[in-house]
């Protein structure tokens, strides 16, 4: 496969930008100016293979009573869901959307097993104002049968790295 196709989902603020620039350029930038949606691409070399990626932020998230998901599940090869830890309305966002790509039947037919979703609660470095367990989403993760990780896109530069790279290469080796 040279044509990847990422989808990355979550409530507004949940930090999918974040997440999204800083795979692609290694920065964090603290705000983004862009409400519209973006299709970022990307020519990398993944375990000696060339590919071409594609990352879809949609920049302002699907409404709550608009989950339909339809044009992404039709799209990505594989889906980032970012919640905020310390923002429990976006964990239960994250788990809607957990809910909705796990009863899609798109999903068989359309290559997208459900371990090439990763969900991700990110914000780390503002544990403090945690109001989300690391048990819940790991619980959330395995109930689903998706992988997951907590980091902060702000500090955790090689973790972004790391999730990244293994969602594409769960895509790839499926
Ligand atoms: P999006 O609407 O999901 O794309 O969210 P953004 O990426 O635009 O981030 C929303 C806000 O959260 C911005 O002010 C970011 O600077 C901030 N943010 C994103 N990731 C982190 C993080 O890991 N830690 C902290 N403290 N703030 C973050």
Redesign the pocket.
């Known amino acids: 496969m040279n044509e990847l196709k990422l989808a990355v989902l979550?409530?507004?603020?949940?930090?999918?930008?974040?997440?999204t620039v800083r795979f692609l350029t290694r920065r964090?930038i603290?705000?983004?100016a862009s409400n519209s949606e973006c299709i970022y691409t990307k020519h990398f070399c993944l375990d000696g293979r060339q590919m071409n990626l594609e990352i879809y932020?949609p920049?302002?998230?699907p409404r709550q009573g608009k989950l339909s998901l339809t044009d992404e599940l039709h799209w990505a090869d594989g889906f980032v869901i970012?919640y905020?830890i310390s923002d429990r309305a976006s964990f239960a966002f994250a788990k809607a959307l957990l809910y909705r790509i796990r009863d899609s039947h798109l999903a068989a037919c359309k290559r997208v097993v459900e371990s090439a979703v990763f969900l991700v609660g990110?914000?780390?470095?503002?544990c403090h104002l945690r109001e989300v367990g690391w048990d819940e989403g790991q619980k959330l993760a395995m109930d689903n049968k998706c992988q997951f990780c907590e980091?902060?896109?702000?500090?955790h530069c090689q973790e972004v790295m790391t999730m990244f790279t293994k969602v594409l290469r769960t895509i790839i080796t499926n």
Not at 122 to 126: A, P, R, T, V
Not at 151 to 155: G, H
């Open positions: 979550g409530s507004r603020g949940a930090g999918k930008s974040a997440l964090f603290g705000e983004y932020d920049c302002s998230q970012v905020d990110n914000k780390q470095d503002l980091l902060s896109a702000a500090e």
